[in-house]
């Protein structure tokens, strides 16, 4: 009789290494998208030339958001290649994948030295970076909590969002310092691609050290067959997912908007407004490892319910504070206070979801749920926000539309099932 294959047994802890090959696709799609947003003006300008700036500015953003179309795709595809054949082969191919738009951006000669085939190959890397950047959430997930001991599962897992504010931050700082030292024209003619060489220098080592990562699901654990009851927990999980992941998404779209409120919106100065992402990139990769570390002694749903109750509270009262004083200070300090509350629970939302999830269908039903959330709420919200705020004359819509969807995403966050294998502490959302 052959014997069957189980899983590698639990580690006592992950290695830097181990973590780093997990997030390090994920903190690049981060950093890329926050950088195309800094600079679409001078990417617009090199790969778009229209009739106005205006006209080239649209034409860069429209080309920005098609990478939210092949989200979907991906997800279902790469993601349900983790179920099948591995969560190790899926983290390759996504990575290699993502390689190719952030080389795009990084070497592709502009249209006055080209012509069409430019924004063509813009385009195409684009579409091919949305198809891996849909494949890419779900297999390293599921690697994190299936590699991590499962007493640390809630800290190593909130790595996935951590490692979001880490690009954040980063890119931050790049693109201040650029903004700062930099002349307009430099800024055009090359400077906004610095961000994207610094990304393409790092995608060697992302590929050597997820090469060396050690796979997670047996095979044994492939397409395994579920019960009823395993199969009523599954849709549960999704949908309550769904929700909490509209939430979290919504959040991250406004916080992504930010400096350009800050500074459009608000009329900021920009280097003041690019401490909006700064901000947002320090107090949120230091909430969502606390919250993950929490979420190990206390449970989940008490680091997911309780925090996001306090965020859902303070939201309006810290915009209406930073619309009337317009200061630095105010900018700051909105930031950090809703960035904290914010990231306290999402990293930690993830993890439950995850682990909601039966392995043998993990990587793939994750993967399509944050995908089609991401590609719904945050790929609109920076328009749907300043499209109201035109209509309406109203600068607090970015707080309405997070409140409304924070509020449902709270809902489904306290309707989801404890998770965490062990609770040292009181649980007082049990």
Same mark, same amino acid.
């Given at each position: 009789?052959?014997?069957?294959?189980?899983?590698?047994?639990?580690?006592?802890?992950? %290695?830097? /290494?181990?973590?780093? *090959?997990?997030?390090?696709?994920?903190?690049?799609?981060?950093?890329?998208?926050?950088?195309?947003?800094?600079?679409?003006?001078?990417?617009?300008?090199?790969?778009?030339?229209?009739?106005?700036?205006?006209?080239? @500015?649209?034409?860069?953003?429209? %080309?920005?958001?098609?990478?939210?179309?092949?989200?979907?795709?991906? =997800?279902?595809? !790469?993601?349900?290649?983790?179920? /099948?054949?591995? #969560?190790?082969?899926?983290?390759?191919?996504?990575?290699?994948?993502?390689?190719?738009?952030?080389?795009?951006?990084?070497?592709?000669?502009?249209?006055?030295?080209?012509?069409?085939?430019?924004?063509?190959?813009?385009?195409?890397?684009?579409?091919?970076?949305?198809?891996?950047?849909?494949?890419?959430?779900?297999?390293?997930?599921?690697? @994190?909590?299936?590699?991590?001991?499962?007493?640390? #599962?809630?800290?190593?897992?909130?790595?996935?969002?951590?490692?979001?504010?880490?690009?954040?931050?980063?890119?931050?700082?790049?693109?201040?310092?650029?903004?700062?030292?930099?002349?307009?024209?430099?800024? $055009?003619?090359?400077?906004? &691609? !610095?961000?994207?060489?610094?990304?393409?220098?790092?995608?060697?080592?992302?590929?050597?050290?997820?090469?060396?990562?050690?796979? %997670?699901?047996?095979?044994?654990?492939? #397409?395994?067959?579920?019960?009823?009851?395993?199969?009523?927990?599954?849709?549960?999980?999704?949908?309550?997912?769904?929700?909490?992941?509209?939430?979290?998404?919504?959040?991250?779209?406004?916080?992504?908007?930010?400096?350009?409120?800050?500074?459009?919106?608000?009329?900021?100065?920009?280097? !003041?407004?690019?401490? *909006?992402?700064?901000?947002?990139? =320090?107090?949120?990769?230091?909430?969502?490892?606390?919250?993950?570390?929490?979420?190990?002694?206390?449970? &989940?749903?008490?680091?997911?319910?309780?925090?996001?109750? *306090?965020? @859902?509270?303070?939201?309006?009262?810290?915009?209406?504070?930073?619309?009337?004083?317009?200061?630095?200070?105010?900018?700051?300090?909105?930031?950090?206070?809703?960035?904290?509350?914010?990231?306290?629970?999402?990293?930690?939302?993830?993890?439950?979801?995850?682990?909601?999830?039966?392995? $043998?269908? #993990?990587?793939?039903?994750?993967?399509?749920?944050?995908?089609?959330?991401?590609?719904?709420?945050?790929?609109?919200?920076?328009?749907?926000?300043?499209?109201?705020?035109?209509?309406?004359?109203?600068?607090?819509?970015?707080?309405?539309?997070?409140?409304?969807?924070?509020?449902?995403? @709270?809902? *489904?966050?306290?309707?989801?099932?404890? %998770?965490?294998?062990?609770?040292?502490?009181?649980?007082?959302?049990?």
């Amino acid at each position: 009789m052959t014997a069957q294959v189980q899983s590698p047994p639990a580690p006592t802890r992950l %290695t830097v /290494r181990q973590v780093a *090959a997990a997030v390090v696709g994920n903190a690049l799609e981060f950093f890329d998208f926050i950088s195309y947003a800094f600079f679409a003006v001078q990417i617009g300008q090199t790969f778009f030339p229209g009739h106005s700036a205006f006209q080239s @500015l649209m034409l860069s953003l429209m %080309t920005f958001g098609v990478g939210f179309i092949g989200r979907p795709v991906g =997800a279902v595809v !790469i993601g349900a290649y983790g179920d /099948r054949v591995g #969560r190790k082969p899926a983290m390759i191919l996504s990575f290699l994948m993502m390689s190719v738009g952030v080389l795009a951006m990084a070497v592709t000669p502009s249209y006055a030295q080209i012509g069409m085939a430019a924004p063509i190959i813009v385009l195409v890397a684009r579409l091919v970076q949305g198809f891996a950047l849909g494949g890419e959430v779900g297999p390293t997930t599921a690697f @994190l909590i299936e590699a991590s001991p499962p007493l640390r #599962r809630g800290f190593y897992g909130c790595w996935q969002y951590g490692s979001q504010n880490l690009a954040h931050l980063a890119a931050g700082l790049i693109g201040l310092a650029l903004a700062s030292y930099m002349s307009a024209a430099t800024l $055009s003619a090359w400077g906004w &691609r !610095i961000p994207f060489l610094i990304g393409a220098c790092v995608l060697p080592v992302g590929f050597l050290i997820r090469s060396g990562l050690t796979e %997670t699901l047996a095979p044994t654990e492939r #397409r395994a067959p579920r019960t009823p009851e395993d199969q009523a927990a599954f849709r549960r999980a999704v949908i309550l997912g769904f929700a909490m992941l509209c939430s979290t998404t919504v959040s991250f779209g406004v916080f992504t908007f930010m400096t350009t409120y800050a500074a459009a919106i608000l009329h900021m100065p920009q280097k !003041i407004a690019f401490g *909006a992402t700064i901000t947002w990139g =320090a107090f949120g990769l230091m909430a969502s490892l606390a919250g993950g570390a929490l979420s190990d002694r206390f449970g &989940r749903k008490v680091v997911m319910v309780w925090p996001r109750l *306090a965020f @859902l509270v303070l939201i309006l009262p810290c915009f209406i504070w930073l619309a009337r004083a317009r200061t630095a200070e105010a900018l700051i300090l909105t930031v950090a206070v809703l960035t904290t509350l914010s990231c306290l629970s999402a990293g930690v939302g993830l993890v439950c979801l995850t682990e909601s999830i039966p392995k $043998s269908v #993990r990587s793939g039903s994750l993967a399509t749920t944050y995908a089609i959330a991401i590609a719904v709420f945050n790929g609109t919200v920076q328009l749907l926000v300043t499209w109201l705020i035109k209509v309406t004359g109203d600068v607090l819509w970015p707080a309405y539309y997070m409140a409304g969807a924070t509020a449902l995403g @709270l809902i *489904a966050m306290a309707l989801m099932r404890e %998770t965490a294998p062990v609770k040292r502490g009181l649980n007082w959302a049990a």
